[in-house]
C-alpha cells in the first residue's frame, strides 16, 4: 500500500526551527520534493531529493537554510528548516514522482501541513 503523509507543522518564532516529515511508504525508487503554498499564492518548490538520497536540489528562497533528507529504512523523508522567517509561512507539501520533481498535479501527493512562523 503506498503512503505519503506529511507531518511535523506547528507555530514557530522567526529564527526558529522545524523537522518536517513525509512518510512515504511503497515510493523506494521515487524522487520526493516538498512544495509549499501561501495564502493567495501559487505552489512553489521547496526542495527535492532523488530516490537514492544523495541528490538534493533547493529553491533559492531556502538554500543555506533547509535541508531534505531521506531515511530509505524508515521510508520517510525529513525536511530540516532552520532560521525561519515570516515569509516561510504556508502549507507544506511532500510528493512523489518518478523522474523529478516538476509539481505536476498528476504525481503522487500527500496532505499538507502547516507552518506558521511569527515575526
Known amino acids: 500500500e503506498v503512503q505519503l503523509q506529511a507531518s511535523g507543522g506547528g507555530l514557530v518564532q522567526a529564527g526558529g526551527s522545524l523537522r518536517l516529515s513525509c512518510a512515504a511508504s511503497?515510493?523506494?525508487?521515487?524522487?520526493i520534493g516538498w512544495f509549499r503554498q501561501a495564502p493567495g499564492k501559487e505552489r512553489e518548490g521547496v526542495s527535492c531529493?532523488?530516490?537514492?538520497?544523495?541528490?538534493?536540489f533547493y529553491s533559492d528562497l531556502v538554500k543555506g537554510r533547509f535541508t531534505t533528507s531521506r531515511d530509505k529504512i524508515k521510508n520517510t523523508v525529513y525536511l530540516q528548516m532552520n532560521t525561519l522567517k515570516p515569509e516561510d509561512t504556508a502549507i507544506y507539501y511532500c510528493s512523489a514522482a518518478l523522474y523529478y520533481c516538476s509539481g505536476s498535479p498528476d504525481d503522487y501527493w500527500g496532505q499538507g501541513t502547516q507552518v506558521t512562523v511569527s515575526s
Open positions: 531529493i532523488s530516490s537514492s538520497g544523495d541528490i538534493t
Open positions: 511503497g515510493f523506494d525508487d521515487y524522487v
